[in-house]
């Protein structure tokens, strides 16, 4: 049996003479949360546009449920439920209403209006206007319309976008209900690492419309541990960043005085705290740790490199 519920295979896509898309691959496991990284401008939205049928595919190939887009966008469509930032909804409606009107649209069972509204913790609220929710109310009611039909896979791009901390917690809860208790394949795509780090079990990380990293989170975090990281603090950082740039050590993102360089195996320390005191330069602290995921998220995607500080 396929295991993915998602594949693409070499995915291209270019607006005119901008390319996008470049050879992406992915492999979305049936079953999981699975987290769609990347920086703004990466690519993560037209890719869910390509999922969606709404663009065309040039160049790749594009399975969901196992069927190729090609030839089977509706077939595709029906088990598929989608929301793209906010859900369009009727404001002067309720809730109810609003799905009564979908309902028909994509002629799901009467029934269902009940289960969805149970669903998404909305059962209270029904018979309110919309237009007196809250965003994340608001929310969680595009993702009872997204379940209508009850579609085996999800795709919600940024879906707590603009929501308050409140509000991004009440979708988040509920992403991770859909997926234990209903079984539902989430496919969340995300340019903040805090957020997918929170739901999900698989990720791939992609910039400039391609693929940096797949798998799952825990390998993630393991090869965030093997790499070494080690912070300094001088009497001349931008100097000392300089000079370890010119013999080849990483920088990575500085934060407030510390210089963030990384290492390989512990004997660079001491190789690098020499460098820096021959050439005059007094170390004040240096200290050897594991880069945690948000630098490491940070140098898949290049923005770890900086420049020296100006003074
Ligand atoms: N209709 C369009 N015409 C031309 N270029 C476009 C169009 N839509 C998107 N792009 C460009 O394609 C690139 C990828 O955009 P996309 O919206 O897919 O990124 P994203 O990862 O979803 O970013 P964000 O998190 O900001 O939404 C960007 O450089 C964007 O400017």
Redesign the pocket.
Known sequence: MNPYIIETHGLSYS?GK?Q?LQNLELRVPKGTIFGFL?P???????TIRILLGLLPVPKGQVLLHGLDLKDNRLDILRQTGALIEMPTLYRHLSGYDNLEMHRRMVRAPKHRIAEVLKIVGLAQDAHRKTSEYSLGMSQRLGIALALLPDPQLLILD?PTNGLDPSGIREVRELILRLNRDLGKTIFLSS?LLSEIEKCATELAIIDKGETLYQGSLKQLYQSAFRTNVLRLETNNNSVAHKLLQDHQYQLLAQEADILTVQVKEKEQAAAINKLLVENGISVYSLQANSQNLEELFLSITNKGAITPAMH
Not at 40 to 46: E, L, Q
């Open positions: 607006f901008r996008v990347g703004n401008g990466a690519g993560k939205s037209t940024e340019h």
